[in-house]
């Protein structure tokens, strides 16, 4: 399970891989043994903070929840998104202003 915790750091650390002409202004990252914290902000105001947390360890139903968000700002038109987020065992459930609601 450590190494589920660990790969879905790393890949929150892909996703949010700044455009080539930004760079990363803030960083913070803690990666423990059944929990993890990520956060990147980039120069071109692109955000994403996540925490991931172990749900029911040692049982069956061992999952990860993950909590989190993004922003970004679109180039053409300079609106504002944000997307917020878990990601369960019910998978991944996105919430923002631009997301249509079924």
């Known amino acids: 399970m450590k190494l589920l915790i660990v790969f879905a750091a790393l890949c929150a ?3 949010a891989a700044p455009r080539p002409d930004a760079e990363i202004v803030k960083q913070d990252s803690d990666v ?3 929990s993890f ?3 990147v902000e980039t120069s071109d105001g692109t955000k994403h903070n996540e925490e991931g947390k172990l749900k029911d360890a040692g049982t069956e139903h061992e999952a990860i929840v993950v909590h989190g ?3 970004w ?3 053409k038109t300079g609106e ?3 997307v917020d987020y878990v990601a369960d065992e019910n998978g991944f459930q996105p919430k923002g202003a631009h997301i249509p609601v079924a």
């Open 13 to 15: 650390v892909a996703l």
């Open 32 to 34: 423990g043994p059944e």
């Open 37 to 39: 914290v990520y956060a």
């Open 69 to 71: 968000s993004y922003s």
């Open 73 to 75: 700002v679109d180039e």
């Open 80 to 82: 504002h998104f944000t």
